[in-house]
Nanobody
Framework: QVQLVESGGGLVQPGGSLRLSCAASERLYSIDAMGWYRQAPGKQRELVARIFSDSTMDYGNFVKGRFTISRDNAKNTQYLQMNSLKPEDTAVYYC?????????WGNGTLVTVSS
């Protein structure tokens, strides 16, 4: 099965920046989409950003303009650059991949935004 491993989370002050990485265990072919979701305590999982096979990007309502998703096919890795972080961004961030209609998930990396 495809293995996804996130990294780059940690503690950051409001207004700061972080870059998350997600490395896949194998070269990916015929993927439908790849991106990031997050889940805060007591809240439902929500979309952060994703990119489809046709290169169309889709951002969550509250992150567009501050976050940028990118992918390096040669390294089999996707990234999430997060700027102007707010306390409301505190959550576990999960890497997600959809291939042949099946969802694959990483174990998540914790982002804490606090002064």
């Amino acid at each position: 099965q495809v293995q996804l491993v996130e990294s780059g989370g940690g503690l950051v002050q409001p207004g700061g920046s972080l870059r998350l990485s997600c490395a896949a265990s194998e070269r990916l072919y015929s993927i439908d989409a790849m991106g990031w979701y997050r889940q805060a305590p007591g809240k439902q999982r929500e979309l952060v950003a994703r990119i489809f096979s046709d290169s169309t990007m889709d951002y969550g309502n509250f992150v567009k303009g501050r976050f940028t998703i990118s992918r390096d096919n040669a390294k089999n890795t996707q990234y999430l650059q997060m700027n102007s972080l707010k306390p409301e961004d505190t959550a576990v961030y999960y890497c997600n991949l959809v291939k042949f209609g099946l969802n694959y998930w990483g174990n998540g990396t914790l982002v804490t935004v606090s002064s």
